[in-house]
Each structure stands twice: as structure tokens, then as C-alpha cells.
């Protein structure tokens, strides 16, 4: 979806310096709980307390393979790592995490060495859950475009996938993915620094690049 206003001034090339970076955090386990969410978030919160203190810190959702035993778990592989998006000023704070042992509802999950990966100035980003408070995709859709065209001043295409589900303490949370394109460089910055819509702690809201909408644009019958 896009849209277009006449008298929109032009996306003019500009400079933008992001406040945040992703930490990349190695990781030591087998299984994960398909639903991680909160669980992650809170046992990060109790090893720093001082995270739930910024809104702008982000935890991205935890990814595995799903479980021949019919349980809701998810094995993790070599690959699989903990993304951690924090204040540049946090990121020698966060060295009290390596080594520690997170325990996810029976599941022990250890935290390794992270590296710091600062963020690329893709034209087109994507989130996998955003949370605006709304359930239905229409009401989404109106969130996102007043919260692009408002705090962003931005107006791009975006598309928007299929309504999710995520538990948390307050309850269920409904959201959806969202892709943005043609996004202007400083803008792209700006978004993965500071996300949209809520609960970032929980996974929601946070852009990573994406090098081309193909995969998610289904083809013209």
C-alpha cells in the first residue's frame, strides 16, 4: 500500500545518526518455548533491571526449528542468536549478560559473547510483529500511516501480512507484520532506531533490512 498527497514535500536526502545499536548475542542451548516472548523479557529485565526503564530497547523474537515431540518448543541451532537492540551509552552495561544463564519456563538458555552490528541504510525494512493497540487490519493500517505521515513525516509503500497473536502478562497481543519500501536512507535509520507502535521489549516494532519486497508481493494472476 502507498499513498500520495499533493503538496507532499519531496523525501530531500538527509543525515540521521542513530542512538541504538543491535547486539548479536551467541548462544548455548537446545530448546526454546515456542511462546518466548515475555518469558526473554523478563529474565532480562531481572538480570537489568534498568532496561525496563527505556522504552526504546528492543529484544527481537528468538527463532528455532519446530520440535518432532508435539510440545510447544522449538530447538535452536548453531546459527541461532539473540538480538539485542540497546543505547550506544548501554552497550559496556550489557557485558554483566555474558555468561549468564536465562531459564524460559524449564528451558535453560545461555548467553555468550555479542558483537555490535550497527544498522544499514536499506530502502526497504521489515518488522515482523507491530503492535499499535488495534486488532483489526484496517484500524492497523490507519495507525501506521498516521504515525508514518505524524512523527516520521513520511509517506512510503508498505504491506501489511496477516494478523498474529502474542501472549504477554497483560494478556494477548494482536498485531501484524509490516513491510516498508522505498524508504529514504535518513528515514530508514530513523525507523530501525526507533521502531513504531509499542512494546518493544517484547519484539514488536523493530525493523531489520530487507534486501527486496519480491518475497512478500504475491504475484499478478
Not at 528492543?58 to 510447544?72: V, Y
Not at 541451532?77 to 539473540?82: A, H, Q, T, Y
Request: glycine residues 8%; neutral net charge.
Amino acid at each position: 500500500m502507498s499513498w500520495v498527497g499533493a503538496g507532499w514535500p519531496e523525501n530531500k536526502p538527509e543525515e540521521y545518526t542513530p542512538l541504538m545499536v543491535d547486539l548479536q548475542f551467541d548462544l548455548v542451548g537446545t530448546t526454546i518455548p515456542t511462546e518466548n516472548a515475555q518469558l526473554l523479557s523478563d529474565a532480562l529485565q531481572a538480570l537489568l533491571p534498568w532496561m525496563a526503564q527505556d522504552k526504546r530497547i528492543g529484544i527481537q523474537h528468538l527463532k528455532g526449528c519446530e520440535t518432532t515431540s508435539g510440545d510447544a518448543s522449538l530447538n535452536l541451532n548453531r546459527r541461532s542468536k539473540l538480538f539485542v537492540r540497546v543505547p550506544k551509552a548501554r552497550v559496556d552495561d550489557m557485558q554483566q549478560l555474558v555468561g549468564q544463564t536465562l531459564d524460559l519456563a524449564g528451558h535453560a538458555l545461555q548467553l555468550g559473547r555479542f558483537k555490535t552490528r550497527e544498522f544499514s541504510a536499506f530502502a526497504n525494512i521489515y518488522a515482523h510483529f507491530v503492535d499499535t493497540g488495534s486488532t483489526t487490519e484496517e484500524q492497523f493500517v490507519r495507525d501506521v500511516m498516521a504515525e508514518l505521515d505524524g512523527h516520521f513525516q513520511l509517506r512510503c509503500g508498505f504491506i501489511c501480512g496477516k494478523r498474529q497473536t502474542l501472549q504477554s502478562t497483560s494478556g494477548p497481543l494482536h498485531g501484524f507484520s509490516l513491510m516498508l519500501h522505498d524508504v529514504p536512507p535518513h528515514k530508514s535509520l530513523q525507523l530501525q532506531d526507533e521502531g513504531l507502535g509499542r512494546n518493544r521489549m517484547l519484539g514488536c516494532g523493530i525493523f531489520i533490512p530487507h534486501k527486496s519486497i519480491a518475497p512478500v508481493v504475491l504475484p499478478v494472476a
